[in-house]
């Protein structure tokens, strides 16, 4: 089982970024997934969720109007298009299935940093 997220890096305020998480060990295709935030001294957060068949997506108030999620069932892969980013968007940024079918499971995340 593997989930590896790449695609972060530092961007001014209202910059854009698109963050990719590859996954292998599992049936990618049957399972909803979510894209997490965890910003410095806070818990993880929910911020995107997308339906295993991709026509479902639910947005965190915070994100929502800024950040599209989507997948590729092909690829065993799932997206975060983040757009107009603020500095509040600083953290570490993860994927998983939804519910988590692989216990404590996490991969090592992406960081994104917002920052003039």
């Known amino acids: 089982v593997q989930l590896v997220e790449s695609g972060g890096g530092l961007v001014q305020p209202g910059g854009s970024l698109r963050l990719s998480c590859a996954a292998s060990g599992f049936t990618f295709k049957i399972n909803a997934m979510g894209w997490y935030r965890q910003a410095p001294g806070k818990e993880r957060e929910l911020v995107a969720f997308?339906?295993?068949?991709?026509?479902?997506?639910h947005y965190a108030d915070s994100v929502k109007g800024r950040f599209t999620i989507s997948r590729d069932n092909a690829k065993s892969a799932v997206y975060l298009l983040m757009n107009s980013l603020k500095s509040e968007d600083t953290g570490v940024y993860y994927c998983n299935t939804i519910p988590r079918v692989m216990g404590d499971y996490w991969g090592q995340g992406t960081q994104v940093t917002v920052s003039s």
């Open positions: 997308i339906g295993s068949s991709g026509s479902a997506t």
